[in-house]
């Protein structure tokens, strides 16, 4: 065979053999696509729940097991740790002990709590046939009670039927200003404050990708979902408006944008903004 006619030959097939690996690299991101957008679902259905107990066994025991059984929960011993979480983000549900260490017992606690949102959902956790922390718990706005001591499974199936119902409540649980790192996000007039209360200039895309985050704190949320929240339309594989947001983002938000730790990655999903610990 002429030395031309086998040159051609093996380019032919080195041909065929790239085409064939960009088959392959193009139908692999299409599936870390589809499981990133599985992964992704899945988080964003973990309600998230607050639970305040000043004895440490039973927070401790309480957690674990509602965290066993997909409920994401925040346990704090007392009502100023209460109001220090309430005041970065709501949570769907709040379990509060009645009986608390300071000056303001879990009524009091619950009547603040069903002033600041309609929607979420209180469960008290009273002494064991005591009728008038059930009455008084009622009354001052929680949805339902349990009677220690409890029964994990008990907890469990009035913790979902209380979500169940949260959910149809037409009025959102939404704080109107978020601080982001060390700005503060003012939901209502769509404004950026920067420290010193000086606006900052964002799109009307940048503020909703933000107003967005503002409304799920500490949870992961895909490109794809965010493309669809914000612009309203599905996103390819390749689709990098999602990013290319993120990026002018980080770069008015983030004290250094190369390592953000307001507007952070979560490897395999997609982004999760992480609320002050202050």
């Given amino acids: 065979m002429p030395w031309g006619e086998a040159a051609a030959g093996r380019g032919g097939k080195c041909i065929k053999y790239i085409k064939k690996q960009l088959y392959l690299i193009e139908k692999s991101c299409y599936f870390v696509w589809i499981r990133e957008t599985i992964i992704s679902d899945q988080v964003m259905l973990q309600p998230s729940v607050l639970l305040v107990e000043d004895d440490a066994f039973q927070r ?3 957690e674990t097991y509602l965290m066993n059984h997909d409920l994401r929960v925040i346990a704090v011993e007392n009502g ?7 005041s970065r983000s709501m949570p769907d549900l709040v379990l509060l002990d009645v009986q608390l260490p300071g000056q303001e017992d879990g009524f009091a606690l619950a009547r603040w709590l069903r002033e600041s949102s309609t929607k979420v959902g209180i469960i008290m956790l009273t002494a064991a046939g005591d009728s008038v922390d059930k ?11 349990v009677a220690k001591p409890y029964e994990p499974r008990e907890l469990l199936a009035r913790c979902k039927s209380v979500l169940r119902r949260s959910a149809n409540k037409a009025t959102p649980s939404l704080l109107e200003r978020i601080r982001m790192g060390q700005y503060m996000l003012d939901l209502p007039k769509r404004q950026l404050l ?18 967005t985050f503002a409304e799920n704190p ?21 689709d990098r408006a999602i990013d290319l947001r993120i ?15 307001v507007i952070r990655t979560v490897r395999g999903v997609g982004y999760m903004f992480v609320p002050p610990a202050e």
């Fill in 135 to 145: 009455v008084l718990g009622l009354e001052s706005g929680a949805d339902d009670y």
């Fill in 60 to 62: 401790k025991a309480a």
């Fill in 194 to 211: 920067d420290p010193v209360g000086k606006d900052v200039a964002l799109t009307s895309g940048e503020f909703d990708i933000l107003k």
């Fill in 247 to 261: 990026t002018r983002i980080r770069r008015k938000i983030e004290p250094t944008p190369d390592k953000p730790t």
């Fill in 80 to 86: 100023a740790q209460m109001r220090r979480q309430i």
């Fill in 218 to 238: 500490n949870r992961p949320l895909s490109r794809d979902w965010l493309l669809e929240t914000t612009s309203h339309r599905s996103r390819d594989p390749f």
